[in-house]
């Protein structure tokens, strides 16, 4: 399994900016597919976006959509979701997991629920107000 470790989260107000980092240990990072997803108190965990770790091509969920940007540092070995224009509706714990590479017929971006990843982060706590 990977390790991951979040961070970057905080409060902050109605249309500001946050970048979360996400750092990846242990096994080999290229051949992962890596998501973020969070959950809100009372909801079900959501897909953000993910990010195929060798293509480094990332898709979105609809809420993310124009908003959010995912990238990655493939020499730190570490993702990033770079977030604009929060909303209290972006209030949640939010969760990268990593999803071993299974070829091109389960490519990264048909990842968007949670059951389909490995490993997971602690999570960090973003506050919209």
């Known amino acids: 399994h990977v390790q991951l470790v979040e961070s970057g989260g905080g409060s902050v107000q109605a249309g500001g900016t946050l970048r979360l980092s996400c750092a990846a240990s242990?096994?080999?990072?290229?051949?992962?597919?890596m998501g973020w997803f969070r959950q809100a108190p009372g909801k079900e965990r959501e897909g953000v976006g993910v990010?195929?770790?060798?293509?480094?091509?990332?898709y979105y969920g609809d809420s993310a959509k124009g908003r959010f940007i995912i990238s990655q540092d493939n020499i730190k070995n570490e993702i990033y979701l770079q977030m604009t224009n929060l909303g209290p509706d972006d209030t949640a714990v939010y969760y990268c997991?990593?999803?071993?590479?299974?070829?091109?017929?389960?490519?990264?971006?048909?990842?968007?629920?949670?059951?389909?990843?490995?490993?997971w982060g602690q999570g960090t706590q973003v506050t919209v107000s």
């Open positions: 242990g096994r080999t990072y290229s051949k992962w597919c």
């Open positions: 997991a990593a999803g071993r590479y299974r070829g091109a017929s389960y490519p990264c971006s048909s990842r968007r629920t949670p059951n389909e990843y490995d490993s």
């Open positions: 990010i195929s770790a060798q293509a480094g091509l990332a």
